[in-house]
């Protein structure tokens, strides 16, 4: 029997699946790695640091007493504030009848962890929001030792410009803060400007940046460029403002400046209540499978004077 294209047409699949299941891309997280993680909090959901200021200098006359000040004092309250879930199931008729029912299936507890980490890095980054967690305050300067520490990016329309990088620095040695381990992060559009700034890319003529470091101080990590002594990298989730400080309106992304020399100076603070952690079982009455991971954290601005924020325009990307 002769067989062709007509008489087998039966025979053809008119359509072929793969074995194989398409993934959304997803992007590296790194904002975990410059909080400062508490470890002495055992039990409870509040914690309390003790804060102690300088020591005062007076003007002594001899024979006379001394003035004895006493050092000034205050507490810095932290709350355990979010109780975090997510669940997924599958029936046991879709198990027996979904030929992916197993990639399905084993998607579920990773997929669960990556939205549990998504939403952390989302809390971190937003303390720099304004206004919530004992940061800083929206539409303000914020100004510290008298130097701004909330403020709009200079650039055309503002957008970021080389010398905003110049200010946040300026604005942490104001500050006190060490000059070591300086960290920026910034959202892709600002990358974006940065790279096509002719006194960034025009290398020949400019070697001052001329270098790239090619591994962060922690893996995941995407950095660009060391610009004023900031190891500068790129985030998706950074905070949305929409501000005005001293009559220029930015609404785009709250970028971020600090330094990150050791674990006791960083901005943020957080603790774990409950690490991530996986339940599953079959639901009898429902005849599925079912699986949550569930945690429980808090998070808070620690040091608002290790924190400068440059509210940059999105839009003239």
């Known amino acids: 029997m002769a067989m062709n294209t007509s008489n087998s047409a039966v025979l053809t699949r008119s ?13 590296e997280l790194m904002a975990q790695s410059w ?25 002594y006359v001899e024979d006379t007493s001394v003035t004895y000040n006493a050092l000034d004092t205050g507490e810095f309250a932290f ?4 109780y975090l879930s997510s669940g997924s199931y599958i029936t046991e008729k879709a198990r027996q009848d979904l030929f992916y029912a197993q990639r399905l299936e084993a998607a579920f507890v990773p997929s669960q962890a990556r939205a549990l980490a998504e939403k952390i890095e989302t809390d971190i980054l937003a303390l720099a929001a304004g206004g919530a967690s004992g940061g800083q305050t929206a539409s303000a300067t914020n ?21 905003d990088f110049a200010k946040a620095l300026y604005s942490l040695k104001k500050a006190n803060v060490p000059d070591t381990g300086l960290i920026a992060i910034v959202d892709p559009s600002v990358e974006y400007k940065l790279n096509t700034l002719t006194n960034l ?3 020949s003529n400019n070697p001052r940046w001329e270098g790239i470091v090619t591994s962060g101080i922690g893996s ?24 005005t400080i001293t009559l220029t309106t930015a609404a785009g992304k709250a970028n971020i400046f600090f330094s990150a020399s050791n674990s006791e100076l960083l901005p943020f603070m957080g603790a774990m209540r409950q690490m991530p952690k996986v339940d599953g079982e079959f639901n009898k009455d429902k005849q599925r499978e079912e699986y949550v991971t569930t945690a429980r954290y808090g998070l808070k601005v620690y040091r608002p004077e290790n924190l400068v924020c440059v509210l940059a325009d999105t839009d003239q990307v």
């Open 15 to 27: 359509e072929v699946w793969s074995t194989q299941l398409k993934e959304v891309i997803q992007d």
């Open 35 to 59: 909080v400062n993680w508490l470890s002495e909090f055992p039990d409870g959901d509040q914690f309390t640091i003790p804060s102690i200021g300088e020591s005062t200098v007076n003007d």
């Open 79 to 82: 709350t355990i504030t979010e």
């Open 201 to 203: 890319v025009n290398f």
């Open 220 to 243: 995941g990590m995407k950095f660009v460029k060391n610009i004023f002594g900031f190891d500068t990298y790129v985030s998706n989730y950074l905070p949305t403002a929409n501000e």
């Open 143 to 163: 100004q510290i030792n008298g130097a701004d520490h909330r403020f709009v990016a200079t650039g055309t329309n503002e957008t970021m410009a080389v010398s």
